[in-house]
Every structure is written in structure tokens, then in C-alpha cells.
């Protein structure tokens, strides 16, 4: 069936390193993907999307590419800070049929240290 | 503009009880879609209320169920508590149907812990 696998958590990070959190994907036709991110203690918030193969999707220093060829939507980040610490959730949406409901990863919890 | 409300946003409840979680979406939003969110299974979704019928409907039992009003709030109930249902309940509203691809927006969410 369709699903979302992320890479386990925590990570642990120092401020300004390179941040990479892996998600890839199994779904059936063109979804769109999605990068959300919750901090502590709130909601969840749309980081970024991108509808269609090699679309990248960027907000706040974040980046990701929907790569078709390896079912990938890995979310990047050049040099994370302490206000990253949050869980990041990689979510899909299938495109077709009647049921779209969005279909979520288990989250990545991140933690930045100073 | 204020943003998805929740309340309560934390309770304790007894094994066998019920209880009635409330969402109030983001002013001119008609879709309300509810999650459940535990460490061990993430993000499972209840079900989606648009113009107050449901469109969609996750894999809970019937002990979980839902309404949405005319002004758009919706509520949640689960009845007969058990202890698995300690959990974040996210609510989340957008425009339209999550399935036309309108940005979704969380509320903080609604800590329950049955014991």
C-alpha cells in the first residue's frame, strides 16, 4: 500500500551543521509531497511541498527535491540553528481516486545544540 | 487572523468514560480533519468533515466518532475509553477538502490521558 518511511530518530546536531533527514515514499501514481514541522508543545506547520517530479520545495533555509527516479523527498538544511529543534513530519497525497487523504511518516525528531 | 483552536487542551479521563474534544477551524475554513498522534504510530487520521458531512473516514473503531456544525467547529467523541487512546489529537482545517490541495493548518492539539 501506499506509505511514507522516514529515518528514526533523535537527531542530534550542533548549531550551523549540515542537516539531512531522509524520506522516501511508495505510492501509486504522481503524489504531491510535503515536509511539516512541529515544535514543542504546538501544531503542526506546512514547512514545504512540491507537486510534481524535480520540484523543489524550500522555506526558512530548508530544501527539498521530489526525486521520482528513487521515491525520494529528502528534507536539507546548509547549517541548522537551536530553533530548529522540533519533529519533522515527510507526508504524501495521492493525486487520484476519491479517497486523498494525506498519509504521514512516523517523524524525525531533531535536537540542535548550541 | 486567529489560527485552529482546540480545547480542552489537556484532561485525564477514566477507562470506560467518554469524551468530547472541540475544534474551532480558522475563520472561513469548512474542512476540519482530525488525527491522533502516539509515539509508537505517529500520525493516524480519524476522519475529514467538509460542509458538515464526512468525506473521509481512517481505520478506528466506531467507539471514535465525529460531527462538524453549520458555523464549521467540529467535535470529536470517543466513548469507552481504553487506555490505548491516550494521545495528541490534532485537529487541522483548510478551505476546502484536504484532497484539492489546500494548505492544511494545526491546531496545538489536545493531550488526553486515560487511566
Known amino acids: 500500500g501506499d506509505s511514507v518511511t522516514q529515518m528514526e530518530g533523535p537527531v542530534t546536531l550542533s548549531e550551523e551543521a549540515f542537516l539531512t533527514i531522509n524520506c522516501t515514499y511508495t505510492?501509486?501514481?504522481?503524489?504531491?509531497l510535503f515536509w511539516y514541522v512541529q515544535y514543542p508543545g504546538e501544531g503542526l506547520q506546512l514547512l514545504l511541498k512540491a507537486t510534481k517530479a524535480d520540484d523543489k520545495g524550500s522555506n526558512k533555509g530548508f530544501e527539498a527535491t521530489y526525486r521520482k527516479e528513487t521515491t525520494s523527498f529528502h528534507l536539507e538544511k546548509g547549517s541548522v540553528q537551536v530553533s530548529d529543534s522540533a519533529v519533522y513530519f515527510c507526508?504524501?497525497?495521492?493525486?487520484?481516486?476519491?479517497?486523498?487523504?494525506?498519509?504521514w511518516g512516523l517523524g524525525t525528531s531533531l535536537g540542535v545544540n548550541p | 487572523k486567529a489560527g485552529v483552536t482546540q480545547t480542552p487542551r489537556y484532561l485525564i479521563k477514566t477507562r470506560g468514560q467518554q469524551v468530547t474534544l472541540s475544534c474551532s477551524p480558522i475563520s472561513g475554513h469548512r474542512s476540519v480533519s482530525w488525527y491522533q498522534q502516539t509515539p509508537g504510530q505517529g500520525l493516524q487520521f480519524l476522519f475529514e468533515y467538509f460542509s458538515e458531512t464526512q468525506r473521509n473516514k481512517g481505520n478506528f473503531p466506531g467507539r471514535f466518532s465525529g460531527r462538524q456544525f453549520s458555523n464549521s467547529r467540529s467535535e470529536m467523541n470517543v466513548s469507552t475509553l481504553e487506555l490505548g487512546d491516550s494521545a495528541l489529537y490534532l485537529c487541522a482545517s483548510s478551505m476546502r477538502p484536504t484532497s484539492s490541495g489546500n494548505s492544511i493548518y494545526f491546531g496545538e492539539g489536545s493531550w488526553l490521558t486515560v487511566v
Open positions: 507526508a504524501l497525497r495521492l493525486n487520484a481516486g476519491n479517497n486523498r487523504k494525506l498519509i
Open positions: 505510492a501509486t501514481g504522481y503524489p504531491s
